[in-house]
């Protein structure tokens, strides 16, 4: 087929080439357009076609406007290679019969090869599986194709930027030279210019003078004037081509985005063809061959069509090659007749594959019913486990749907095959379980058998045994019995021969039992005597109390007086000091200090003035003023001495509250509960507690009761239980406003040295953590509060104070003590509650209406005790050492501001009672 084909290019080529030299001989223009038809008509149909081949089409058309190009003779800086690149977008498709002819012959082989090829794989591959691979390697093969496109389009889109960057350049060139060309021609004219001004004003030396030299002038000028003249029409020229150029530059870049427009067009119908295909993949092969088959009858008859035109057109040709070409046109109707009958074969074809399509279209749909029998059986037996059945049955389908069904329906299959064989393996072990199991039992049972037969002999040997007993019993019962009354004669006998001794003693004896009996009557008689006798002396002797007192009355009361009146000044005594007193008491530098490094001494005390001390910090020296400045070496009386007046308040009724303040380690725990052998405020406030109620216990009689709390993270635990439960903080039911912990334990205490245990209980129950500032750091507030309720035995009246003896929780800032995680929220907590603390005395201090005693729960707690009228005492313990100068100086700023407060006049709790000796 394609040797016919090349002989038919062979005699057009030379017909048309005849018709040309014949063309050239009549005179037209000749040799402009020399070319071969043969290559120009295939390059054309490829490019319209699309395909892979548009850059030898342009090649060749390259060569076409090559010689219209080629009359720019200026060469100036366009080269023929640029210009061939240029020209390649400017093809203009040949439109002949021939080529279009020839453009289908070659695109009709192609697909026959195509068709034979797809025929083929269809014979080797049968199954849908094959079938949707070959869909799969055609889809792959249109994506190449695809590819290659987009690669050729964006080649195009490279070589059009370098063109583009080249005409640029060269256009950068052509103006540079044509502004050279301006400014030569600019300095000629201006020489011109010149000469001609010479010529116009002659100097007076000059040789114008003479006729010679005024025509050698005048020829000058008229050289220069017409050299002028060239340069002008030569400037023209150059503005002309520079136009020119600019114009080819637009040609050329619209007839490259035109040509990418069309790849871009032929690029989507690819993609169309592609989706298209793509959506068609569930056809089936005989559909898709039907369709492959209809598009090649098209193409055939299009054939056809081309080939009867060429037949017209060649029985117009001239006569000298008449039989040749009659013999080829026998040749093609024999090759038409031929197509006409593969024609036909193909429709047969056509026909014949329409009807197998059809069958196989039926043969598929009772396939597929069976696939739904078949899956309708399976869910049958299925619902019929164990006794299920498996049906295998291998069904040919080339739908790729029913293969998946078929796949799925296997593989449900295989697991219920699967779940089968587990369930009949554990029936197995079931089973073996119920045999092993019935054995166990057989055994059991013959044991039980045995153990049974066992019993009933032991039984009729019990039986026997109880017999014997019974018998021996009896034996037993009538040997007692003998015995018995054998012992009650001997006893009876016994009596009797005791009864006749007693009767015959002696008479004096009888008199002695007489004597006897009136002494214990008269010793009876004497009690009675004694008691009347103690009863008469009691009356005589509260009736000569009663006439003494009523003789003593005016000095009685004048005593009273005395004692309210030491009160009085006691507690104004204590109002002078201050209600808030800030004391301040240095650590001595210990042993264990002195080998670490800051040791040095930076916080020194005055020997005249016991009020004010001086911290040197960073070279300079800041001096506090303070109410009492205990210097290092006070001794923990000394200290005491100072609060005792305060325990004195309580006892007459005053809240009173003492706390210790400072870093951690700076010695708030060694000031309030000290060691043992050298106790601190706490015992020894306690001691004075219980000496002066002693003191005063013919007067008053007084109930002293404790107890302790810790706040560690906010949380209230109580120090005397065990169990240690998280305490609230809430108003008191009894109606009087005053705040209470509800299950807080609270200890009666008679004596110090019930007092000295329960402290011990609490110092325990504390919680202690190491922390890098001090390995045993108290991180918990400590509260030790001592209620004592006072009543007048003489008048009645009662008194209520409370003594609140804190130990706070280290001071430090948080960076210092290392604190992270627990540690570091430890540590904010502690710190927020003695802002909280400063900021209520600090709130007092200004007389504000909202003291925020909320604001912690060591505030609240303390409510009723640091408000108005009540007492407080606040020792700020402070290290002297260098290494802690900055926690020493936070320290001091915060005893300083709370040291100002004036809480005013002290409040005496007292409710009066019949008598009402309060004193205020
Ligand atoms: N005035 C002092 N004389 C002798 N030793 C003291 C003195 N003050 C404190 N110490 C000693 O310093 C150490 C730390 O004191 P303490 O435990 O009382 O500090 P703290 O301020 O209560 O610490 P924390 O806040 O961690 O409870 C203790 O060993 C204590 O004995």
Same mark, same amino acid.
């Given at each position: 087929m394609?040797a ?5 290019v ?5 017909v048309?080439k005849k018709?040309e030299e014949e063309e050239a001989?009549?005179?037209?223009c000749?040799g402009?357009?020399e070319?071969?038809?043969?290559h120009?008509?295939m ?7 699309g395909?892979p081949a548009p850059?030898?089409?342009? &090649?060749?058309?390259g ?12 060469g100036?800086s366009?080269?023929?290679e640029d210009?061939?690149?240029?020209d ?18 070659q ?14 794989v269809?014979?080797v591959?049968e199954?849908?599986l094959?079938s949707?691979?070959s ?6 093969e249109?994506?190449s ?5 987009q690669?050729q389009a964006e080649?195009?889109?490279?070589q059009?930027?370098r063109?583009r960057?080249?005409h ?8 540079s030279?044509y502004?050279?060309r301006?400014?030569d021609?600019?300095s000629l004219?201006?020489s011109?210019?010149?000469?001609i001004?010479?010529?116009?004003s002659?100097s007076p030396?000059s040789e114008v003078?003479?006729?010679?030299g005024?025509h050698k ?6 050289g220069l004037q017409g050299? =002028? &003249?060239q340069? &002008?029409?030569e ?7 520079l136009?020119q ?5 637009h040609t050329?870049?619209?007839?490259f985005?035109q040509q990418?427009d069309e790849l ?6 690819r993609?169309e ?5 793509r959506?068609?993949?569930?056809v089936t092969d005989?559909?898709k061959r039907v ?5 090649e009858?098209?193409?055939l ?7 009867q035109g060429?037949l017209?057109?060649l029985s ?7 039989s040749?070409l009659?013999?080829?046109n026998?040749?093609l109707r024999?090759r %038409?007749?031929?197509?006409e009958g593969a ?5 047969d074809?056509l026909s014949?594959l329409?009807q ?5 279209g039926?043969?598929?749909r009772?396939?597929e ?5 078949l899956q309708?059986?399976l869910?049958?037996?299925?619902s019929k486990?164990?006794t $299920?059945?498996?049906?295998t049955?291998?069904v040919?389908?080339e739908?790729?749907?029913?293969? =998946?069904?078929?796949?799925?329906? =296997?593989?449900?299959n295989?697991?219920l ?7 009949s393996?554990?029936c197995r ?11 166990v039992?057989?055994n059991?049972q013959?044991k ?5 037969r066992e019993?009933g002999t032991l ?12 018998e021996k019993?009896?034996?037993a019962?009538?040997?007692a019995s003998?015995c018995s009354?054998?012992h009650l004669?001997s006893l009876?006998?016994q009596?009797?021969t005791?009864?006749?001794r007693?009767?015959?003693l002696p008479?004096?004896l009888?008199?002695?039992k007489t ?10 008689n004497f009690s009675e005597?004694y008691g009347?006798?103690?009863?008469d ?10 006439e003494?007192?009523e003789a ?5 009361e004048?005593?009273r007086?005395e ?7 006691h ?5 002078l000091?201050?209600?808030i007193?800030v004391?301040c ?16 001494v930076a916080v020194?005390?005055?020997p ?11 070279g300079?020296?800041?001096t506090?003023e303070?109410d009492?400045?205990f210097?290092?070496?006070?001794t923990q009386?000394?200290?005491f001495?100072?609060i005792?007046p305060?325990?004195t308040?309580?006892i ?6 003492i706390?210790?303040y400072?870093q ?5 725990t060694y000031?309030m509960?000290g060691p043992?052998e050298n ?5 020894r ?8 109620i002693?003191e005063?216990?013919?007067m008053w009689t007084?109930?002293?009761t404790?107890s302790s709390v810790?706040?560690y993270n906010? %949380?209230?635990r109580?120090?005397?239980s ?7 903080i ?5 109606g ?6 509800p ?11 019930h007092?000295k245990?329960?402290?011990?209980t609490?110092r325990?129950n ?7 500032m ?14 004592v309720?006072?009543v007048?035995l003489a008048?009645g009246s009662?008194?209520s ?14 960076w210092?003590s ?8 430890e ?6 509650s003695?802002l909280?603390?400063g900021? $209520?005395i ?6 504000q ?8 729960r060591?505030?609240?707690l303390l409510q009723?005790s ?7 005492a606040m020792v $700020?313990?402070i290290?002297?050492?260098?290494r802690?100068v ?10 300083? &501001? %709370? ?7 002290a409040?005496r709790k ?5 008598h009402g000796?309060?004193v205020?």
């Open positions: 394609y016919f084909y090349s002989l038919l062979y005699i057009f080529y030379t048309f018709e001989l009549e005179g037209a000749g402009s357009s070319q071969e038809p043969g120009v008509s390059e054309t149909g490829s490019r319209r076609r395909g850059r030898l089409g342009k &090649r060749g058309s060569r076409l406007s090559d010689s219209s190009s080629s009359s720019d003779s200026e100036l366009l080269s023929d210009e061939d690149d240029i390649e977008g400017q093809a203009t498709p040949a439109k002949t019969p021939l080529g279009a002819f020839l453009s289908f012959k695109e009709t082989e192609k697909r026959r090869a195509s068709t034979v090829h797809t025929e083929l269809e014979k591959s199954s849908p094959v949707v691979m869909h799969l390697l055609s889809f792959l249109q994506y194709h695809l590819q290659q496109l690669q080649q195009y889109r490279v059009l930027r063109h960057a080249q640029r350049r060269k256009m950068k060139a052509l103006r030279s502004r050279q301006l400014r021609k600019n004219i201006s011109l210019e010149e000469a001004g010479q010529v116009q002659p030396d003078d003479s006729p010679a005024l002038l005048v020829q000058s000028v008229c050299e =002028r &003249r340069l &002008r029409v400037l023209n020229l150059l503005h002309s081509q136009e150029r600019e114009q080819d530059k050329k870049v619209l007839a985005q990418i871009k067009s032929c690029i989507e119908e993609e063809e592609l989706s298209r295909l959506t068609a993949s569930g005989s559909e369709l492959c088959l209809s598009a009858n098209e193409s008859k299009h054939s056809l069509t081309v080939t060429l017209q057109q117009v040709l001239p006569s000298q090659s008449s040749v009659i013999k080829e026998e040749n024999s %038409v007749l031929q197509l024609l036909q074969q193909r429709a074809q014949r329409e197998s399509d059809w069958q196989r039926e043969e598929l009772r396939r019913e069976r696939v739904r029998e309708l059986e869910d049958k037996e299925r486990e164990p $299920v059945k498996f049906v049955q291998t040919e389908v739908s790729p749907s029913t293969l =998946r069904q078929l796949a799925d329906e =296997r593989q449900r295989e697991q095959r699967e779940r089968l064989t587990n369930q393996e554990r072990q079931l089973e073996e379980n119920i045999r092993r199991s019935d054995e039992s057989c059991l013959h039980i058998a045995a153990y049974e019993i039984q009729a040997e019990l039986l026997k045994e109880i017999g014997h007993l019974e019993k009896e034996e019962v009538k040997a003998n009354q054998e004669k009876q006998d009596f009797m005791l009864q006749n007693l009767n015959a008479p004096t009888r008199s002695m004597d006897y009996a009136s002494l214990r009557t008269q010793v009876r005597f009347s006798a103690i009863k002396a009691k009356k005589q002797i509260s009736a000569a109390i009663s003494m007192s003593n009355k005016d000095l009685l004048k005593y007086k004692v309210a009146l030491r009160r009085k000044y507690e104004q005594l204590v109002e000091k201050g209600n007193r004391l008491r240095v650590k001595p530098v210990l042993k264990e200090d002195e080998h670490e490094e800051g040791q040095t020194t005390t005055d005249h003035n016991e009020s004010a001390l001086t911290v040197l910090s960073k300079k020296a800041k506090f303070l009492k400045v210097h290092p070496q006070a009386e000394e200290v001495q100072e005792e305060l325990i308040s309580c007459d009724g005053y809240h009173v509250c706390f210790a400072g951690t380690g700076s010695g708030k000031t509960e043992t106790p601190g405020i706490n015992q406030a306690l001691k004075h507690l219980f000496n002066e002693e005063r216990k013919d007084y109930t002293v404790v810790e706040i906010e %949380v209230l109580d120090l005397l065990k169990d240690g439960e998280k305490l609230d809430k108003i008191n039911p009894d009087t406003g005053q705040l209470h912990v299950g807080l334990r609270v200890i009666e205490v008679k004596s110090f040295q007092i245990k329960i402290l011990a609490a325990r504390r919680i202690t953590f190491g922390t890098q001090n390995q045993h750091s108290s991180r918990s507030h400590a509260l030790l509060t001592v209620t309720q006072g007048d008048t009662k008194s104070g409370k003594l609140n003896l804190v130990d706070l929780a280290g001071s430090e800032r948080v210092k290392g604190a992270e995680g627990e540690r570091l929220k540590a904010q907590n502690i710190n927020r003695l909280a603390l900021d $209520v600090q709130a007092l201090r200004g007389r209406t909202h003291i925020p005693f909320r604001n912690s060591l505030t609240y009723d640091l408000g108005k009228g009540n007492k407080t $700020v313990q290290s002297s050492l260098e802690n900055g926690e020493t100086l936070c320290s001091l700023k915060f005893a300083q &501001r %709370v040291c100002k407060v004036e809480l005013g006049p409040a007292i409710e009066s009672g019949g000796d309060a205020n």
